[in-house]
């Protein structure tokens, strides 16, 4: 079936440590790929994007990985912060089309 | 300038109710997206619009959802005989093109309760 899912639904880390947060797909058609973060009462908010030509992308804090061999791209976050408390989805869209599917959410506790 | 504005915030109906959800997208923005999202679930695709052409609806669940756009801003996503299964955030984002490079910006969503 179609599927973006995540391995663990709650990642809690010390303040100042690096986070990674992880994701598998199913659909070797999806060919671009989003990390979004979403505060509480808020829409999802664009992280970081990775076409999947690509193996690393680079932002500010951020780091997103993808291995198109076993399906799978994470999303790393370095020296995690009080504000990157938030839940964390990754979302993938099919090739030729505008839709896209997203997982489940990973919640991120930032502990201080 | 302003982002993506959803109304109303909060929506309570008792089933069997129609309902219809607004979305404001950012100006001169050409797609724009309609998702439903559970509590504690990812958003799920519903459909898309490119200015007011409707490309693709195949997330509607069923056809007591449609959804318009009809002069390629402002869009409303209605439900028709709302049932409690119909409980959820619905989302509305919008981004400047059609690519896949363009960020799509969301709205804060509409909470919608069926009692």
């Known amino acids: 079936g179609e599927s973006v899912g995540l391995h663990l639904p709650t990642l809690s880390v010390q303040e100042g440590d690096n986070s990674i947060i992880n994701c598998a797909y199913s659909?070797?058609?999806?060919?671009?790929f989003i990390w979004y973060k979403q505060e509480s009462g808020k829409g999802p908010q664009f992280i970081i994007d990775i076409r999947s030509n690509m193996d690393k992308r680079q932002g500010q804090r951020v780091t997103v990985l993808l291995n198109k061999t076993v399906k799978h791209l994470s999303l790393q976050i370095a020296a995690t912060q009080p504000g990157d408390s938030a839940v964390y989805f990754c979302?993938?869209?099919?090739?030729?089309?505008?839709?896209?599917?997203f997982g489940t959410g990973t919640r991120l506790k930032v502990l201080a | 300038g302003a982002g993506v504005s959803q109304s109303p915030r909060y929506k309570v109906a008792k089933r069997g109710q129609d309902v219809a959800l607004r979305c404001d997208p950012i100006s001169g923005h050409v797609s724009l997206f309609w998702y439903q999202q559970a509590l504690g679930q990812g958003p799920e695709f519903l459909t898309y619009?490119?200015?007011?052409?409707?490309?693709?609806k195949s997330g509607l669940p069923s056809d007591r959802f449609f959804a318009e756009r009809p002069e390629g801003s402002v869009s409303t996503l209605k439900i028709q005989r709302t049932q409690q299964e119909d409980s959820a955030v619905y989302l509305c984002a919008s981004s400047l093109g059609t690519g896949r490079s363009y960020e799509q910006y969301f709205g804060p969503g509409t909470r919608l309760t069926v009692t």
């Open positions: 659909n070797s058609a999806s060919d671009y």
């Open positions: 619009f490119q200015n007011e052409a409707q490309l693709d």
């Open positions: 979302a993938g869209r099919h090739s030729g089309t505008y839709k896209y599917i």
